[in-house]
């Protein structure tokens, strides 16, 4: 069957490679490759490809249909509907249902019984049975789609037939055939319907309820043709007693098969609507569904109940609702949504949301049936909890008035909680609890309280400000009532005053109310900032909570706040809003501002109900800061602030904002920040330190010297440090580090006894006489009273041991906690650090920021262990990073503090070399190089006059200055003295060991700061060699190599400095090189990596610049240790390193003028000949063949022995034949010719200066006229005369006695004799000769062969 569909699906093309040309059975050859295209395009996976290509092969078959092509594409579909492929199977049902809609005058029956012909069951093999099968499954599917078998009576009884026929299949088929026949059935016309069914129902109603396929059929049935079905099987009752049980078992089978699909089987549906069609909808939810499906303990029936009530929500009244929504179904969801937590375990609740979603999005228009559903599920208590989360998604979906009536009711259950209202239940665990209470009504009326008022906020986060500005109104005041206040007497002017408790409201309910508060107020003053913030007679939420506050202090007589205020704090409260009225008075030119102060005393003013104390003192300082603030005209100097008595309110108001910001709320953070920004300005040096002194580690740990226990480690490690940096061994001190944690181990082993309740234990033992002395005998024992009394003691000794030890672990724990609240404080405090470096960039405060930041990201480095220390470390080097050093504006005033500045920079760079970890030491040369960039931005008087003295002596001498000399000149950056602090760097660098310094920290100073780059060359030339390590001789080639393609560099030398510059570089290269190929370690190998690296770059620059350099010597140490190279190279020593290294040697060659010799690729069978030896023939190597089964040449040995008695003649002698292997053998000669490097062409920079080439072997071809032309143009730009490699001796020598342009002195090379180029062709390997004549025979034998 498989190879016939292959066979079938070949193209013509196909055919053709295959060999053979098959039978054309089929035609195929008449058809287009176009049309066969068709076929294969609808078999593939991509859906647009299957359409697309179905609509062209209608559009084809519509063009033609009268033509063959119509009935092989029936032929060609219908064989595709039992490819192996099953996802080819659907598709080719797609394309031949289209194909007959599109033809109606194909009929069905025919269609049909070519498919049953094309895969008979009775003939088909036992292999090929379930491709057989669901072909005729979809060829029935494919009639069906096309919309024409409903309309033809004999081919729908065929089919109906064939649907039976494979039902009987159920291993390979399922229940598909069944599925197929309930479609087609529902799509029949009534009156075709009564035919088929006596068909396809029998008149039993055993059968009926034998199956779910069965039984929605009759659903069907008795749905359209009622009539017909009750005159088949009678008056049939489904709910009744007999029958119900078996319901219950037809569903259970639904279930069973609908499992894996996780769907409600359609027979379910059909049974409830017709209970309600036939107003037995209680009967059959309480004994099919609960007490029927429930009962079984089996969970796809459990969740084949739950999805019939989320689908029926749509279809049941009210009255339903309310029994469907407070059974025992509804307790069972209630028990599975609690104990489904694990991630392995089904979680049905998602699919309840859609199920509940898509019920209220569909009823919009019926607010009460909305109400009803969300009430029903929100009834659902475990232990007064509601099931369903506070943050219930479904709720966006509910209308305006179903919306009011929901907070209405959670509001009156927050009241008065009415128990039994809910449909509470129990797990099993919490059953088998004896606590008496877990059970109680006040834990129960606590659970739902807390629900309801964070379910309050959850919905104030859906909702739209313009569209429900009053329920937000409601709900805010409700929180804020009910938080801080208690009613005394009701009155209507306080509608919150008239809502009485049936149950009293605890503390802990309140304070939960009351975070709930704050947590509104944030979503209120952040979340609609996007819409109006403010409300529609333009005043803030927050304003609007405090003049309901101040209206509720009013009411003293019916209200009574919860803490009551004393008059210190009333008279701040009404100080508060006065402040807040004169804010609104002010003028429009600070409105930034006066809505940042506006918000932080509405915040703090809302916070003195909480926390009186400490906002009564905070509201008097912010009035004062702002009056001073809003009154200032300009920014008071600092001598005024020092001389001044109080402090200065901006150090006033910081304090405020530390302390405000101490506390855990989000929105705090948000008004600080907002506020800081606005008065970053103003800020003075004590006030920055202010917020330094929260972020310094070293003054957080005086407060509380017990929370970090590695103070005197980490001092430890400091000074061990700064002895690694001056060049101690690591592995002594890894070692003494591990002595010091093990002394450390044993004395807390030690110090887990307690010696005070050892000494204890003693007394009690020796009291009892439990310890034996010396002299005691050992026949003496204890009564029994006494042994009592023993144990009574040691059981109240270890009872308060236990307590201390207890005691000692809670506070432990307690120091625990306080340390991550200060690590949370000092996260939340550096928002004011980013803001100040953000908005404030050019402040000269920034530059004090630096050490202290330094010193934090140094320790926390060392203590980053938990998540917050990570988030602390990450938030200061981001701040460091990229607000502070990447910022593009700094500080442009740096006014008298030079000298400060320039002792900062040697101290951050000092420290930088001292670190133990380069990713600190980095942060701290980049605080350098930060400072040096402010200090080449700023200018001085003094350095503009200098400037402009040179710039008078230039014009005097005629010369002009240089770029960056001149901006040197402006700046206040003083060369002198930053100078000696990098080159004591730099020279730390390339000598100490184990430097924390890197190659990309001096690179980065390089390119911000040529001048001072031209003043470091000389140290990292020093370094190129001597007695420095091979490690750090290579770092400086490393540097120089990227240094000196710098442009700006190049613009900081005169042109006789630069010549000087790079031959004192190329003197100590060519001293680096004189030991190339000698390398053994890899520090050695490095360096002269790095070293040829340098010499290419050199070279460029020599070449692009046109410099009169000596080149002769470094040529002459590079030919000199080639053979070397070539030998490592063949060697394969240290492969990837050797071969690069091969490669830049021959870099910096044809610079020089030397071509790199071509590496030929040797024949296989040639290698093979060459390469045996009469040793190596006796040895059997595994995985080749033994000689006996290769197949001999056709040689004769005497022609093989006079070829290797004379090679070298006849190498020389044999006359230049054509064709491909005359230039092979010419490549070759041509390869071995320029042995030793061969200079073919020389650069502008080199000139005369390479040797001149050797004479041409005699065995060497001629070059062609194209070549010789080529290398005359090439030495007439080089500046010498056309000489080319292999030119005869004779025409060379004439050449030699013309007179030659030098670059650095003439240097005359004598030509190489002949006779030498002669040996060197000579010397070659036996295995080369024997190529050489394997070669010639062939061609004779080949030459012979031919008539």
């Not at 099968?133 to 919309?147: D, E, K, T």
């Not at 700023?938 to 402009?948: F, G, L, V």
């Not at 090189?1073 to 790095?1090: D, F, H, N, P, V």
């Amino acid at each position: 069957m498989e190879t016939e569909n292959v066979a079938e699906a070949m193209s013509p093309g196909e055919a053709t490679k295959s060999g053979a040309r098959p039978a054309d059975r089929h035609g195929l050859l008449k058809h287009s490759r176009e049309f066969l295209d068709f076929f294969w395009d609808i078999a593939k996976p991509e859906q647009e490809t299957r359409l697309e290509a179905t609509e062209k092969l209608l559009e084809y078959l519509r063009a033609r249909p009268e033509g063959s092509e119509m009935q092989y594409a029936l032929k060609r579909l219908i064989t595709g509907l039992g490819m192996g492929r099953e996802t080819a199977r659907p598709c080719y049902s797609l394309a031949l249902a289209q194909l007959l809609q599109s033809f109606e005058d194909i009929p069905l029956c025919s269609i049909l019984q070519q498919i049953q012909e094309k895969h008979d069951l009775q003939k088909v093999k036992k292999v090929m049975m379930r491709p057989a099968l669901f072909a005729n499954l979809f060829g029935v599917l494919a009639l069906f789609q096309s919309g024409r078998l409903v309309k033809d009576s004999e081919a729908l009884m065929k089919s109906v037939k064939l649907l039976q026929v494979l039902a009987q299949h159920y291993n390979h088929l399922h229940e598909q055939p069944h599925k197929a026949l309930v479609d087609i059935l529902s799509e029949v016309p009534d009156s075709m319907l009564q035919e088929v069914l006596p068909k396809v129902l029998k008149a039993d109603l055993n059968s009926v309820l034998g199956s779910p396929e069965h039984l929605e059929i009759f659903l069907l049935a008795q749905q359209k043709v009622p009539t017909k079905l009750k005159q088949l099987m009678g008056p049939v009752n489904l709910l009744s007693d007999e029958n119900i049980p078996r319901l219950v078992n037809v569903l259970k089978m639904a279930a069973s098969s609908a499992k894996k699909e996780r769907r409600l089987p359609a027979v379910a549906l059909d049974l409830l609507r017709l209970a309600l069609k036939e107003n037995k909808f209680p009967r059959f939810w309480k004994e099919v569904v609960e007490q029927g499906l429930l009962k079984k303990q089996f969970w796809p029936a459990s969740y084949l109940c739950y999805r019939l009530l989320g689908a029926s929500l749509p279809l049941l009244s009210k009255e339903q609702l309310q029994l469907v929504m407070r059974g025992d179904l509804i307790r069972h969801y209630g028990e599975h949504m609690v104990t489904a937590k694990f991630p392995s375990q089904f979680k049905f609740a998602p699919e309840m949301n859609e199920y509940v979603g898509t019920f209220l999005e569909g009823c919009r228009d019926d607010p009460e049936r909305q109400l009803a559903v969300v009430v029903a599920f929100t009834s659902v208590t475990n232990q007064g909890l509601p099931i369903v989360p506070t943050f219930w998604r479904v709720v966006r979906f509910l209308s305006g008035p179903a919306l009011k009536g929901y907070v209405a009711w959670l509001r009156d259950m927050f009241l008065k909680p009415d128990l039994d209202a809910l449909v509470d239940f129990s797990t099993g665990n919490q059953k088998k609890a004896q606590d008496a209470s877990l059970h109680g009504p006040e834990r129960a009326v606590f659970r739902l309280r807390k629900w309801i008022i964070l379910r309050l906020v959850s919905i104030v986060d859906s909702l739209h400000l313009e569209k429900e500005e009053a329920l937000i109104e409601e709900v805010a005041r409700f929180c804020f009532f009910h938080s801080f206040f208690e009613t005394k007497k009701p009155t209507s002017q306080v509608l919150e005053t008239e809502q009485q408790f049936s149950f009293p409201l605890e503390g802990r309910i309140r304070e939960v109310v009351g975070n709930a508060f704050f947590s509104l107020l944030q979503t209120l003053s952040t979340q609609f900032k996007q819409t109006p913030e403010q409300t529609q007679d333009r005043q803030p939420w927050t304003y609007r909570l405090v003049q309901f506050a101040d209206v509720l202090l009013n009411h003293n007589r019916n209200v009574t706040p919860l803490t009551p205020f004393t008059t210190q704090q009333r008279q701040a409260w009404d100080r508060m809003l006065q402040t807040l009225k004169e804010l609104e008075a002010h003028s429009s030119d600070a409105k930034a501002k006066v809505t940042a102060f506006q918000h932080l005393l509405l915040l703090v003013g809302i916070h003195l109900f909480k926390s009186p104390t400490e906002s009564c003192d905070l509201l008097g300082d912010i009035q004062t800061c702002i009056k001073k603030s809003l009154g200032e005209k300009t920014r008071r100097t600092r001598s005024k602030a020092a001389n001044s008595q109080e402090p200065p309110w901006v150090e006033v108001l910081v304090e405020v904002l530390l302390a405000l910001l101490a506390q855990p709320s989000h929105l705090i953070r948000q008004v600080a920040r907002s506020v800081f920004s606005h008065i970053c300005s103003h800020l003075t040096p004590r006030a920055l330190q202010l917020i330094l002194d929260v972020l310094n580690p070293e003054q957080s740990q005086d407060e509380d010297d017990n929370v970090m226990i590695t103070d005197d480690a980490e001092k430890q490690l400091e000074d061990e440090e700064d002895k690694s940096s001056e060049g101690e061994n690591n592995k002594n001190s890894e070692s003494e580090g591990e002595s010091t944690e093990e002394e450390s181990e044993e004395e807390d082993r030690d110090g887990d006894v307690d010696p005070g309740f050892r000494e204890q234990l003693m007394v009690v033992l020796q009291a009892g006489k439990a310890l034996g002395g010396v002299g005691d005998d050992e026949d003496d024992e204890l009564d029994d009273e006494a042994m009592m009394a023993l144990d009574q003691n040691l059981a109240s000794l270890f009872a308060e041991q236990k307590l201390r030890i207890q005691a000692r672990r809670d506070e432990k724990n307690k120091l625990q906690k306080e340390k991550a609240l200060r690590r949370d404080f000092q996260i939340r405090v550096l928002d004011l650090i980013e803001v100040l470096v953000t908005k404030q960039p050019e402040n000269p405060l920034v530059l004090e920021l630096l050490e202290p930041l330094l010193s934090i990201i140094r320790r926390s480095m060392r203590t980053s262990s938990t998540k917050q220390e990570q988030d602390l470390l990450h938030k200061i080097a981001r701040i460091f990073t990229h607000h502070l050093c990447r910022s593009r504006h700094y500080c442009r005033d740096v006014g008298n503090s030079l000298e400060t500045l320039y002792a900062q920079v040697e101290r951050l760079v000092q420290q930088a070399s001292r670190q133990a970890d380069s990713s600190v030491s980095l942060y701290y040369f980049n605080a350098s190089l930060y400072l040096l960039r402010v200090l080449k931005g700023n200018t001085a008087e003094k350095s503009i006059r200098q400037a402009q003295k040179k710039e008078k002596a230039g014009a005097n001498t005629s010369t002009k200055p240089r770029g960056p000399e001149v901006a040197q000149a402006t700046s206040c950056l003083d060369l002198n003295l930053v100078t000696p602090i990098y080159s004591s760097a730099l020279s730390s660098f390339l000598t100490k060991r184990n430097s924390p310094l890197t190659v990309p920290m001096f690179l980065s100073l390089f390119s911000r700061h040529p001048l001072l780059c031209k003043n470091l060359l000389p140290v990292v030339i020093q370094h190129m060699t001597g007695q420095t390590r091979p490690r750090h001789q290579a770092q400086a080639c490393l540097l120089l190599q990227k240094a000196l393609p710098v442009r700006e560099l190049r613009l900081c030398f005169e042109d006789p400095e630069w010549e000087q510059l790079i031959g004192q570089i190329l003197a100590k290269v060519t001293e680096n090189l004189k030991a190339l190929g000698e390398a053994q370690t890899k520090s050695e190998q490095l360096r002269e990596r790095s070293s040829l690296e340098l010499l290419n770059t050199v070279l460029r620059i020599v070449h692009h610049e046109k410099m009169t350099v000596d080149l002769t010597v470094i040529q002459g140490v590079l030919q000199s240790q080639q053979s070397k190279l070539q030998h490592r190279v063949q060697q394969r020593e240290h492969s990837a390193g050797s071969s690069r290294l091969y490669d830049l040697y021959w870099q910096a060659m044809r610079v020089l003028g030397v071509q790199r010799p071509k590496l030929e690729k040797k024949d296989t069978k040639e290698v093979s000949t060459a390469t045996q030896s009469p040793i190596s023939t006796k040895r059997k190597k595994k995985g080749f063949l033994p000689e006996t089964k290769k197949r001999k040449k056709r040689k004769s040995e005497g022609i093989t022995q006079k070829e290797d008695a004379q090679p070298a003649a006849t190498i020389g002698d044999q006359p230049l034949s054509t064709g491909k292997r005359r230039k092979r053998k010419k490549a070759k000669v041509t390869a071995q010719a320029q042995v030793n490097g061969t200079p073919i062409a020389k650069s502008p920079a080199t000139k005369s200066l390479a040797p001149e080439p050797p004479a041409r072997s005699p065995s060497a071809p001629a070059k062609t006229p194209k070549l010789q032309k080529k290398n005359r143009k090439l030495s007439k730009v080089n500046g010498a005369p056309p000489v080319s490699p292999t030119e005869p001796a004779s025409k060379k020598q004439h050449q030699m006695e013309l007179p030659k342009k030098g670059v650095s002195g003439k240097s005359p090379q004598l030509a190489l004799p002949r006779k030498k180029a002669r040996l060197s062709l000579a010397s070659r390997s036996p295995s080369l000769l024997l190529q050489g004549g394997a070669k010639r025979k062939k061609a004779q034998l080949r030459k012979a062969a031919k008539p």
